[in-house]
């Protein structure tokens, strides 16, 4: 069996909401180990947070207490399924609260 068919966790990158704030901030400041084909943000924080995949441009809202999953199969060879490209840092902005917001990635290896 090929390794290639497995998929495999990212490690878990955290932010605290205290340190969050209207300006945009990586919660993995060396972006991606991985490309991914799934990742989730987990708000399990006071505060909404919006997140941004450039650190410009608002991409999705998180509100308090939920979880954001953008999704693609796991990818065969020659399929064509999309992934979130290796380096891809992943930005947070909102109101300071108390809690974290957490980064989650799945890819196939």
Do not use: R
């Not at 300006?23 to 947070?49: H, R, W």
């Not at 992934?83 to 980064?103: H, I, S």
């Amino acid at each position: 069996m090929s390794l290639a068919n497995f998929i495999k966790p990212i490690v878990l990158k955290t932010i605290l909401s205290s340190a969050v704030s209207a300006t945009y901030a990586a919660i993995n400041t060396d972006g991606l180990e991985q490309p991914c084909f799934m990742l989730k943000i987990v708000n399990n924080s006071t505060e909404a947070v919006t997140i941004s995949y450039d650190g410009t441009n608002d991409h999705d809202y998180v509100p308090t207490i939920t979880t954001a999953t953008i999704q693609n199969s796991p990818s065969q060879p020659h399929n064509g399924g999309g992934l979130f490209k290796m380096g891809t840092a992943v930005y947070v902005k909102g109101t300071a609260g108390t809690g974290n917001v957490y980064l989650v990635g799945y890819y196939q290896g």
